[in-house]
């Protein structure tokens, strides 16, 4: 099976019926469907609880004795309606009512989740989540981990060091000759890398850290050189929206400064310096800038309005030519990102506007593609994936969503995207959202696959029409953001299919064999 199917494992089973895609673990439809004696309970104990079901769908509402739970738990079964068909069947059969592949236990890690879960008062989880440990515990797990994972990658570490420590010096000094001598400096002493730190607010983590690539054809303009470019990556960082900072995802740039973009990462204020990921959860928000979202958009303006004064297209076809500025963001960043996306998509669509009449609009500086790793753009679907692993109450997800299913949709990009759709003209969507590449680690057992197909799927029901998914074999969560730092499957595809798009051969394969991994990897 592995052989013909390398995706399509024990854990990628288990992920595809994952709640909400099933029922969760301990609930009586659970134990019906994983069958009577395998569920950890006994026959008695079982046909006990396909009486409760049974009473449960056919319960009287005019009863004097029916209580709102009852109610309630009726109604949620009867909607269900894979129950409402198996209860249909005879009672000595529904014993043989068995889900061939519906996992009977939790694995290792989500029963320590659970059990914690259970075992802690929600105050606990609450004050933990809410007073910024959360923050400070991730944080500093990331810290921790940084020398495990750095062993062995001795010139990502260089790359590393080498990035922390660039600086840009152009604008330093009013002479010619000093301006040169740094200059010269820097290419002698590292690979040429510079690093600018621009900042978009008053938070510490309004800012945005810009390396740029070395070039030996970069033009003095007044008092400082620019650097031919063949595109910006604007990457947007993940850590369930409470934690992470640019520092810990440099070496996400090497790769593409070897091949002559300019990379932004941007730092975003995480909960609960911000309490909302969208503006339109906060009632008291007097301006834009008050979410997540409203900080990575002002990033994205504030880079548009200085990346001129620093930089040029490379439009030389000796070079490989202008690719264009690709948003991107992995995990919660990914999900950040295609709000982004979607509502400067929606911008556009209230001013008539197309991203193919850019240069007319004097607006260059545009999203050309959009590139989401491991994202949970979900948050209602996410939501209950976390509730069964026990996690809901601690992860910051819930509050910056907005705590209830109705704001969860607010914080949805593919509702978003309809929302824009019913007050605009459907015919310009096409026409003015980029390509999209989602890609996802098959094994992701942090945000399941799942949420990526699902969001492709909604994307082309939308009217998406270049929206294309990559799903990685034997690779988790952390494991794809890992390979654009370490190397790996993850980052070839991506650059695979970036240069695709522009036509050119330059770092790429052939087109048919691109378009077949695609197409492979997009079939389950």
């Known amino acids: 099976m592995a052989g013909d199917q390398p995706l399509l494992t024990p854990i990628s089973v288990s992920l595809s019926l994952a709640p909400p895609r099933s029922p969760p673990h301990g609930s009586l439809l659970r134990h019906l469907l994983t069958g009577g004696g395998k569920g950890g309970i006994s026959l008695e104990q079982y046909d006990a609880n396909l009486h409760e079901l049974l009473e449960l769908t056919h319960h009287d509402d005019t009863s004097a004795e029916s209580t709102s739970n009852v109610n309630v738990n009726r109604a949620a079964y009867q909607s269900h309606t894979l129950l409402s068909r198996i209860l249909q069947l005879p009672m000595a059969h529904l014993r043989d009512v068995r889900h061939p592949h ?19 008062p929600l105050e606990w989880q609450h004050e933990f989540r809410d007073s910024g440990n959360f923050r400070a515990l991730a944080d500093n797990l990331v810290k921790l981990s940084c020398p495990m994972v750095g062993v062995g990658h001795w010139q990502e570490i260089r790359d590393f060091i080498e990035l922390s420590t660039a600086r840009d010096d152009d604008g330093i000094g009013d002479k010619k000759e000093g301006q040169q001598q740094r200059q010269q400096s820097i290419q002698r002493g590292r690979r040429g890398w510079r690093r600018r730190r621009i900042t978009y607010g008053d938070h510490k983590m309004q800012h945005i850290d810009l390396f740029l690539p070395s070039s030996k054809t970069s033009k003095r303009v007044s008092k400082y050189f620019k650097v031919p470019i063949k595109g910006t990556i604007f990457f947007i960082h993940g850590g369930a929206w409470g934690s992470g900072h640019p520092w810990m995802y440099r070496l996400v740039a090497p790769p593409f400064l070897q091949l002559g973009f300019a990379v932004a990462i941007v730092g975003y204020r995480t ?33 548009g309005e200085v990346m001129g004064g620093f930089t040029e297209r490379c439009d030389s076809s000796s070079e490989g030519g202008w690719v264009g500025n690709i948003i991107m963001g992995h995990s919660s960043g990914a999900h ?28 260059s500086w545009i999203p050309n593609f959009f590139v989401g790793l491991s994202g949970p753009y979900d948050i209602s679907y996410h939501f209950d994936y976390e509730a069964g692993r026990g996690v809901e109450q601690i992860s910051p997800m819930k509050p910056i969503s907005g705590h209830s299913r109705e704001n969860f949709q ?44 699902d969001a492709a799927r909604q994307l082309r029901a939308c009217g998406v029409s270049h929206c294309n998914e990559i799903y990685l074999e034997r690779t988790s969560h952390q494991d794809v953001i890992l390979h654009f730092m370490l190397g790996g499957a993850a980052k070839e595809l991506v650059l695979d299919w970036l240069f695709g798009w522009n036509g050119s051969a330059e770092q790429s394969v052939d087109g048919s064999a691109h378009d077949k991994k695609v197409e492979v990897t997009s079939r389950l």
Request: charged share 20%; net charge negative.
């Open 102 to 120: 519906l996992p009977t236990s939790l694995s290792i890690p989500d029963q320590l989740t659970r059990y914690l879960g259970a075992l802690l």
């Open 410 to 453: 607010l914080a949805n990009p593919t509702n978003r995207l309809l929302h824009h759709l019913t007050r605009n003209n459907l015919d310009t969507l096409d026409q003015m959202m980029p390509p999209i590449l989602l890609v996802h680690g098959i094994e992701d057992t942090t945000v399941p696959f799942t949420a990526t197909s």
């Open 271 to 303: 909960y609960p310096d911000v309490q909302f990921v969208v503006d339109e959860l906060d009632a008291a928000a007097t301006q834009r800038g008050g979410s997540q979202v409203g900080d990575v958009r002002l990033a994205w303006e504030k880079l």
């Open 336 to 363: 950040v990102a295609l709000i982004l996306l979607v509502d400067m998509i929606g911008d556009q669509m209230k001013q008539g506007s197309s991203s193919k009449d850019g240069n007319k609009l004097n607006s």
